[in-house]
């Protein structure tokens, strides 16, 4: 048979634990909150890297705001023509 202590203790321990759960879900938030922007944060850096190599590379290339509309575009001949330019200023 169960005291009328031990009934009290099952009622405030089921309380307690409802509040340390309470508490664990609150953290489990915030941390999933921070994940969240710390995964947004790191995009951004990644975008902007790729940007840079994006940028790095066309400047390489040295190909007028034209030129390097015509090889975005797919027509023939922006980055060869250039490329041959190149090799026959090297030549000289």
């Not at 009328?4 to 489990?28: I, Y």
């Not at 975008?47 to 509309?69: M, Q």
């Not at 575009?73 to 330019?85: D, N």
Request: hydrophobic fraction near 35%.
């Amino acid at each position: 048979m169960m005291k009328k202590g031990q009934r009290k203790n099952t009622k405030l321990n089921w309380r307690e634990d409802l509040e340390k759960t309470r508490r664990q879900k609150k953290r489990a938030d915030e941390m999933a909150a921070k994940a969240v922007q710390k995964a947004e944060m790191l995009a951004e850096r990644q975008e902007e890297a790729e940007n840079v190599g994006i940028i790095s590379i066309v400047r390489e290339l040295e190909l007028t705001p034209e030129e390097l509309a015509d090889f975005l575009m797919g027509k023939p001949g922006a980055v060869e023509e250039k490329t041959q330019q190149e090799e026959q200023r090297d030549e000289e």
